[in-house]
């Protein structure tokens, strides 16, 4: 038997996000642009979702372009040099190919060549995924520091016609790094699936039901179960959303402020009720004229509620995500 001691890379015990950037689509599109396919009313989706507008980025702009854009903000917010990324993490369902992945594409543009690079499935709780790896690799010494982006263009899966989550849909990304810290910045992660309900939101036919229907069949888009989707979110992730609160040690009172996915306005609301969050708690509301841009959507919404409330700088935050899968996660961090 061997006796020798392998060695093993260690890191800091603690990290934090240390920059946000984001991206949004260049184009802004209304309720009244989108109501005829569906026959419905700005009123309709106001009252169901709380969308007033969404961006959409025109055709040419790709999710990788959003990604950079935001990307190299959260890089310069952060302070440091592309090249002293340890490691990129890009949640995304938009990429153009199946392979290579969109981080690997990402890693070059911005310089973090050689960065490991890779991307993660995880639909809207892709970021909370991110951002537990990447406090994880840190912790490990890994990575100094690690790039975490969600970038979607879901308006190539929106179909015009459909009326239970394509005229949400928006496009966009945000980013973050995370680095080591002196104090405790991040809190453990809650995060899990319930693969039961994996057909309650996703793709509504396979890429190969597409490509063998010689044109016949329609290229698949997004679609949902809404009251399926809107009860799960609704109760489990309340539940979710308490154990992340306990997991760090603190009490909704410590909060200044609560970053859910940005799924749909009445779900937001619900769960802040739920949580019996106080009044000084900041609730981001970005869903209102960004629409739900799954993984990007936590970031972008940081980004929004720190740029008009920068006084919540350095105060605590409970952000969950939640989605196709179907997935969730949830972690307290101190925003940047």
Request: net charge negative.
């Amino acid at each position: 038997m061997s006796t020798i001691t392998l060695k093993q890379s260690t890191g800091p015990q603690y990290t934090r996000i240390r920059g946000v950037g984001a991206a949004r689509g260049d184009l802004t599109v209304t309720n009244h642009d989108i109501i005829e396919p569906i026959n419905s009313s700005d009123e309709w989706i106001q009252q169901r979702t709380g969308v007033i507008t969404r961006k959409r980025a025109s055709k040419g702009i790709e999710a990788i372009d959003l990604a950079e854009q935001a990307s190299r903000e959260a890089i310069e917010k952060a302070g440091i040099r592309p090249e002293q990324i340890g490691a990129v993490v890009v949640s995304t369902i938009s990429n153009t190919v199946q392979t290579p992945s969109l981080a690997a594409l990402l890693t070059e543009r911005i310089g973090a060549t050689p960065a490991p690079a890779y991307d993660v499935s995880a639909a809207c709780a892709g970021y909370t995924y991110g951002i537990a790896q990447a406090d994880s690799l840190v912790r490990a010494g890994l990575a100094e520091y690690v790039l975490v982006v969600g970038a979607e263009k879901l308006s190539d899966f929106a179909k015009p016609t459909d009326r239970t989550i394509s005229f949400l849909l928006g496009d966009g990304a945000g980013a973050a790094v995370v680095g080591p810290s002196d104090s405790p910045a991040i809190g453990p992660s809650i995060w899990g699936s319930d693969g039961s309900k994996w057909d309650a939101v996703g793709m509504d036919s396979p890429l190969a039901k597409y490509r063998d229907g010689a044109g016949e069949v329609d290229w698949p888009t997004l679609r949902q179960e809404g009251p399926t989707v809107f009860r799960w979110a609704v109760w489990e992730m309340a539940k979710v959303a308490k154990q992340a609160i306990d997991a760090a040690g603190i009490t909704p009172d410590d909060l200044a402020a609560f970053i859910p996915h940005q799924a749909n306005m009445r779900i937001i609301d619900e769960l802040a009720k739920q949580l019996k969050l106080p009044e000084h708690v900041a609730i981001a509301r970005d869903i209102a004229t960004t629409g739900n841009t799954s993984a990007a959507s936590i970031p972008l919404a940081t980004h929004r509620l720190l740029e008009e409330n920068p006084q919540l700088s350095g105060g605590l935050a409970l952000q969950i995500g939640f989605g196709a899968g179907l997935v969730f996660g949830a972690q307290v961090v101190v925003l940047p």
